[in-house]
């Protein structure tokens, strides 16, 4: 489980291409990180397991199969892109963000940028497979990129967001642009709501 508070970024040092997916090499910014072998990690929003850390140096390993790479933008990423990271929550973490269960429901795609306030606020216009528009609302929350954000507007496609200049300065979120494609996760309370409605 995680909370949707990025904690730092990293960039991809390696990739590479196996039989059944496709292995990334992660370079982060975390001095001494309280990581090792089989432990959960949210990339770009979307939980993965460490299967090798390099302590020295921070660096760490992940395995994403062809599934994960469908349904997330994985596929998309390149050598010496940035993506988020966050470690799983501890009991004693403060949720200072929602629940996120690093579950990628879909992708999205930024249709517009407008800066505002002399570009310190940054608002996005986002696309959404419409199979997710009953579960965004406006004012609640949604994971965009491992990034727990609240949902200005909604409409069948489509939804607003706007980013203040603490979350563009500690994500990857500086580097979003029109066509960028991102990691969505809605809401829990949303996704549960309605597997409990279908059996009232």
């Known amino acids: 489980m995680f909370t949707g508070l990025v904690e730092t970024t ?5 990739i590479q291409e196996t039989t059944e997916g496709r292995g990334f090499l992660i370079e982060t910014k975390w001095i001494l990180p309280d990581l090792k072998l089989g432990d959960s990690i949210a990339v770009n929003g979307c939980c993965q397991t460490v299967t090798e850390f390099y302590e020295e140096g921070n660096r760490f390993r992940f395995y994403a199969s062809f599934k994960t790479l469908e349904l997330t933008n994985f596929k998309f990423l390149k050598k010496g ?4 990271l966050e470690r799983s929550a501890l009991p004693s973490t403060r949720l200072g963000g929602h629940l996120v269960s690093g579950h990628v429901d ?3 795609k930024i249709l517009n940028k407008e800066e505002r306030e002399s570009g310190n606020v940054i608002c996005y216009t986002v696309r959404n497979d419409s199979s ?32 203040i200049p603490e979350t563009l300065k500690k994500t990857n979120a500086k ?14 309370v949303a996704r549960y ?4 409605l279908k059996f009232k």
């Open 10 to 14: 990293g960039r991809i040092f390696e």
């Open 175 to 188: 580097y979003w642009n029109s066509d960028t494609v991102l990691n969505l996760e809605i809401d829990l």
């Open 106 to 108: 879909g992708v999205g």
């Open 193 to 196: 709501l309605e597997q409990l």
């Open 81 to 84: 892109e940035e993506v988020n």
């Open 132 to 163: 997710l528009s009953k579960y965004i609302a406006p004012r609640g929350s949604i994971t965009v990129d491992g990034i727990s954000l609240t949902v200005v507007d909604s409409r069948s496609d489509t939804f607003d967001l706007i980013l």
